[in-house]
């Protein structure tokens, strides 16, 4: 069983149409999980009318050490199936417009993102994403997970081994389902990004570009993995929420 998050717009009973919905994959995938407290972002989205959906899948922490444990070689497969089974689920709701998707995210939650845009096409309308490693390989040339022994070790058991598993990480790969990604994408990065080195959203937008889908792109001089400066979060919420109010009624 999986827990999520349903978060709807304030008194939200019958709405004169159904809800278009963003699907929200959090970050990780281990060691992190969604919780009901305040999320800024979340708040904005919902007062903007859409409803969002927030899925624990298999890594997330606080469900104990199988659950964690489930999500190992899992990435870009089983993890993304939980947050599709969840969405599924809400086929039932007549509140929501299951037609009318748009996934969002950060980091791991911009990877998730963007492989559901690719593996739901035809449901998911846009995808916006910051700080998204789109290239598996690419990790592990450039991220400073590297350097540590044991957290090196730990990402090679959760994606794979480049030495042995080149074609598996390249086919759990965004960038390498480009020609899939033919919905509109935001990109958001910063350039003292250590973690994931912008040359992620680099390549994915030059691949986009080439297929004739060129993305939007935003990137920040003066941050690192995650959004530190206020000026910078309020900036780039503006952006999600102008480019899914634009294309999810597309």
Do not use: K
Request: include cysteine; charge should be negative; aromatic fraction near 8%.
């Amino acid at each position: 069983p999986l827990e999520a998050y349903l978060t709807l717009p304030p008194a939200i009973d019958s709405p004169v149409r159904p809800l278009p919905l963003l699907l929200l994959p959090h970050g990780g995938p281990l060691g992190v999980r969604d919780h009901r407290g305040y999320d800024p972002l979340v708040q904005i989205l919902a007062r903007a009318g859409f409803a969002l959906l927030q899925v624990n899948y298999r890594g997330s922490v606080g469900y104990g050490r199988a659950f964690g444990d489930a999500a190992f070689g899992e990435v870009g497969a089983a993890i993304e199936g939980d947050l599709l089974s969840a969405l599924d689920q809400l086929r039932i709701d007549p509140r929501l417009d299951l037609d009318r998707v748009c996934s969002v995210g950060t980091s791991y939650g911009g990877y998730s993102a963007l492989m559901l845009a690719t593996l739901r096409p035809d449901q998911i309308r846009c995808v916006a994403t910051f700080a998204a490693p789109t290239d598996l390989p690419l990790r592990f040339v450039s991220s400073d997970w590297n350097a540590d022994p044991l957290q090196l070790a730990l990402q090679v058991r959760l994606y794979g081994d480049p030495a042995t598993q080149l074609a598996l990480l390249q086919d759990r790969s965004p960038l390498y389902h480009y020609q899939a990604l033919s919905q509109p994408v935001l990109i958001g990065h910063g350039l003292r990004d250590h973690r994931v080195h912008p040359e992620h959203a680099d390549r994915l937008a030059l691949l986009l570009q080439a297929a004739g889908h060129a993305p939007e792109v935003h990137v920040y001089a003066n941050e690192g993995h995650s959004l530190q400066r206020v000026e910078n979060q309020l900036d780039w919420y503006g952006r999600v929420l102008a480019f899914v109010q634009r294309e999810i009624w597309r």
